[in-house]
T-cell receptor
Framework: DTAVSQTPKYLVTQMGNDKSIKCEQNLGHDTMYWYKQDSKKFLKIMFSYNNKELIINETVPNRFSPKSPDKAHLNLHINSLELGDSAVYFC?????????????FGEGSRLTVL | AQKITQTQPGMFVQEKEAVTLDCTYD???????LFWYKQPSSGEMIFLIY??????QNATEGRYSLNFQKARKSANLVISASQLGDSAMYFCAMREVYNNNDMRFGAGTRLTVKP
């Protein structure tokens, strides 16, 4: 019974293609995040949604488009994939009340662009 | 903008000894939380310990303790009695309440426990 689940776990695709990663959480959290972890292990926040509303939108190419159909789901669609998009993408969720809630992470989706 | 600094790219420790992983942060938000996560080679992110900005006492969770020095803006992780299974990447993170709960991570420290 996975708390934060991401699909797929692995994607291998060609440059120029479009791909999506889905994320679902069953923890009742109201905030969800997308992070990108590069080859040097650096974790960079991309987006955050609170109750389906976009609240954090970092400097990310507009080829990346998140969508939150409800507060339990946050998907990431990437258009026109580039080599530099190769990374592990983590979805995470938490409660937004106060600073006490740790982020619960999905297992990550490893994207390889050839 | 908030900033998390982990100055130790890599650390080595002998099994059964204690080790301290450094973390400093920068924020103007009066309410924030500090977190440590472990990422083993399998890739998952494991939450270890949390410290709130208003907490008076240092947090402890089993072999993990967080040495919180608010005036110095540091939140070092202390692992006591290191085990081989502690070998992993360790990330310090900070969450700012009044900044949309933005949560940022440091660059990480790779800890290797030697037998």
């Amino acid at each position: 019974d996975t708390a934060v689940s991401q699909t797929p776990k692995y994607l291998v695709t060609q440059m120029g293609n479009d791909k999506s990663i889905k994320c679902e959480q069953n923890l009742g959290h109201d905030t969800m995040y997308w992070y990108k972890q590069d080859s040097k292990k650096f974790l960079k926040i991309m987006f955050s949604y609170n109750n389906k509303e976009l609240i954090i939108n970092e400097t990310v190419p507009n080829r990346f488009s998140p969508k939150s159909p409800d507060k339990a789901h946050l998907n990431l669609h990437i258009n026109s994939l580039e080599l530099g998009d190769s990374a592990v993408y983590f979805c995470a969720s938490s409660f937004s009340d106060g600073n006490t809630g740790e982020l619960f992470f999905g297992e990550g989706s490893r994207l390889t662009v050839l | 903008a908030q900033k998390i600094t982990q100055t130790q790219p890599g650390m080595f420790v002998q099994e059964k000894e204690a080790v301290t992983l450094d973390c400093t942060y920068d924020t103007s938000d009066p309410s924030y939380g500090l977190f440590w996560y472990k990422q083993p080679s399998s890739g998952e992110m494991i939450f270890l310990i949390y410290q709130g900005s208003y907490d008076q006492q240092n947090a402890t969770e089993g072999r993990y303790s967080l040495n919180f020095q608010k005036a110095r803006k540091s939140a070092n992780l202390v692992i006591s009695a290191s085990q081989l299974g502690d070998s992993a990447m360790y990330f310090c993170a900070m969450r700012e309440v009044y900044n949309n709960n933005d949560m940022r991570f440091g660059a990480g420290t790779r800890l290797t426990v030697k037998p």
